[in-house]
């Protein structure tokens, strides 16, 4: 039978309840990780009653994949946003490039949680992400985003696939490790500049390998 709480929950605002449970999850799976978080626990997070998590979800394998699934939705949109505007921009593009570097950087300093997530995903050997179709989607996306943006040919997709896992990269550092290894090599990740050189340097280094493929086919 349907607790009398979260039936009232549900009928008061069922999609505002999702999203904040999907919001606590989100919160609780990157701070904890999966295996140290509850449903109950989202339940008192997200301020609804314990039994609601699992009423809207079932388990919590099903609410972890949700939040992973909502993630990657949220890249996709930033994808296809930046993509719209970089090519109706008419910009050559090193400068779209640019862009593009800078609008990573900036989608990743917003969504700290999918960081951590992705780093928890990664370490604790764990294999959900095969199970979100929707990250391989996103993926892909974004290769052929970028080819399309940066006017290279289809037989580069190797290339951009090397370049894109090297932005990851780039970008993530300074809020994955920054903080640890940035010290090491001289540098203050709580600098008011810091993002900003950053995201020079990757820039910088992107631009570099454009013009090193743009040549290639000249």
């Not at 999609?15 to 140290?36: H, M, N, T, V």
């Not at 006017?151 to 809020?175: D, G, K, N, R, Y």
Request: proline share 5%.
């Amino acid at each position: 039978m349907l607790p009398a709480v979260a039936s009232r929950e549900r009928e008061r605002n069922p999609a505002r309840s999702r999203e904040l449970i999907l919001d606590a999850a989100e919160r609780l799976f990157a701070a904890r990780g999966y295996e140290a978080t509850s449903l109950s626990d989202v339940g008192r997070e997200a301020g609804v009653s314990r039994a609601t998590p699992g009423y809207f979800f079932g388990s919590k394998a099903d609410l972890y994949r949700a939040v992973l699934e909502r993630c990657f939705e949220d890249v996709r949109r930033a994808v296809r946003e930046g993509r719209e505007r970089a090519l109706q921009s008419g910009q050559a593009p090193e400068i779209i490039l640019a862009g593009a570097v800078s609008d990573y950087f900036d989608f990743v300093a917003a969504r700290p949680n999918f960081v951590k997530l992705m780093q928890r995903e990664g370490l604790s050997g764990r294999r959900t992400l095969d199970d979100v179709p929707l990250g391989l989607v996103t993926g892909q996306e974004m290769l052929a985003a970028l080819a399309q943006e940066l006017a290279l040919p289809a037989a580069e997709h190797l290339e951009v696939a090397q370049m894109l896992s090297s932005l990851i990269a780039l970008a993530w550092f300074p809020f994955v490790q920054g903080d640890v290894l940035g010290r090491v090599a001289g540098l203050d990740p709580t600098a008011p500049n810091h993002v900003e050189l950053r995201k020079k340097h990757v820039t910088e280094l992107l631009v570099g390998w454009l013009r090193a493929r743009t040549a290639f086919h000249r």
